[in-house]
Every structure is written in C-alpha cells, then in structure tokens.
C-alpha cells in the first residue's frame, strides 16, 4: 500500500507490505520471502526481495525518510507488485499497490524579440514550457497585465511565438500562462517588462540671416528628424 496517489518525480513514498489470511485478518506469522517489480522502468525499490521474520507480525514498513526509501522517477501512472512463490510450495502470492501517478511543474519563460518597442511596431513573443522529464504539449495564453494578448500551440519543442503590437506607450508587464496537460501541471512565466517607446525625434532650428537689422526678414527654418521615419504635424515658433 501507498498512501499518497499523487507524487513528483524522486519524491520518496512511505511503502507498506501487510501480509493478509482469506478471512481479511493481518497473517502476524506470516516469514515468506517477496519480490519486488515495478511498472516503473526509473522506479527506486527499496529492496529487489526481502524475508519477513516473526518480528514483522505480518506488516514491513518502508519509511519515506528511510535511506532505500521508494521512489518513482518517470512520469505516468504506476504501481508496485509484491511476489511470494516460496511461502508456500506450488502456490505464488501476489498484490499490487494502488496507482501513484507522477506528476510534475514545467519551467515557463517569455522573451520578446524587440525591447523597448516603438509604438505599433511589432515584436515577437516566444514562450517555452520545459521540463527535464519531457516535452509539455498544449497550448499558452500571453497577456499584458489583465489582457489577454493571444494563444499559441507548443511545438515539438514545447515553444510557442504571438507577434504583437502596442498602441499606448509605457511599460507593460507580459506574462506567459501554461494551464498544464497531461501530467505536466499548470505554471506562469515571470513578468516581462516590455516597454513601448513613441517615436525619438530631433529638432532643428536655423535662421537664413543672424545676424538680422531691424525690421529686416529672417527666413527662420525648422528641421524634425528621426530614426523611425518622416514626422508629420505642426511646430509652434
């Protein structure tokens, strides 16, 4: 018996042996020798077999603290099977654990191909969901605060990418949301702060004569330039 259903992988499990007569009473004087097997192919047995004394009184009991503690390692749902073919000659007695499944947290990250960003250009997000335990599959939702951004489907190499534009200028804090699947759980990226820049200008200002007479003309000239294209609109002189 195990008493937990659900663990991560290495997690250690407290693992009981209870030896029981047709009647459903614990056989105290039971001194069989069993086997241990798992469905597990990473599975940490704590013994391959072991032979029960009369000091057992029918119950062995592996502590989740011990040093051969029991521990599954793959993720999936498994169990543990106990053997006993020299009890009693000709006959062999089995019994298998309830199901342990083991599950695990996926690590999320959110890059931004382009940061800081001028206001409406694009940048691509890239999300990943990784796990040293395999690939997540499923999908992620990007957000900007409270505002959902868009959805992606993770690829084979669990990443996902939403090109994405802004039209308010300022800091937004962007989050990837993994909702889990399979048994990869349900995990959130740190916040990144992508910030949206308006368009850098630079101001020109030249007079045709200075310096000017009194009540003369002077054509006075002004220049707006910048990297992101040609400015439009009025100046005030």
């Known amino acids: 018996a195990l008493p937990i259903s659900t663990v991560t992988p290495g997690e250690t499990t407290t693992f009981t042996v209870t030896a029981i007569n047709n009647d459903g009473t614990i056989d105290t004087t039971y001194t069989g020798t069993i086997n241990l097997s798992c469905t597990d192919p ?20 592996v502590s989740s603290s011990a040093a051969n503690a029991l521990n599954f390692n793959t993720l999936g749902t498994w169990t543990v099977t106990v053997t006993d073919t020299t009890f009693t000659p000709g006959q062999t007695y089995t019994g ?35 796990s040293p335990y395999g690939t997540p599959t499923g999908t992620v939702t990007f957000m900007d605060g409270a ?13 996902a990418t939403l090109t994405v534009s802004f039209s308010t200028a300022g800091t937004h804090p962007l989050t990837v949301s993994y909702p889990g699947a399979g048994f990869f759980q349900a995990a959130n990226s740190a916040v990144l702060n992508e910030v949206v820049q308006t368009f850098a200008t630079t101001v020109g200002l030249t007079s045709s004569v200075n310096p000017v007479i009194v009540n003369a003309n ?20």
């Open 42 to 61: 990473a599975c940490k047995l704590p013994f391959a077999s072991y032979t029960f004394t009369a000091a057992n009184n029918g119950v062995l009991t």
């Open 96 to 130: 298998t654990s309830n199901p342990v499944t083991v599950i695990t947290t996926p690590a999320v990250t959110l890059a931004s191909s382009v940061n800081p960003v001028n206001l409406g250009a694009n940048t691509t997000l890239t999300a990943t969901v990784s």
């Open 147 to 159: 505002t959902v951004l868009g959805t992606g489907t993770l690829n084979s190499s669990g990443v």
């Open 218 to 237: 002077t054509v006075l000239t002004a220049t707006i330039t910048s990297t992101s294209g040609t400015p439009t609109g009025t100046i005030t002189f």
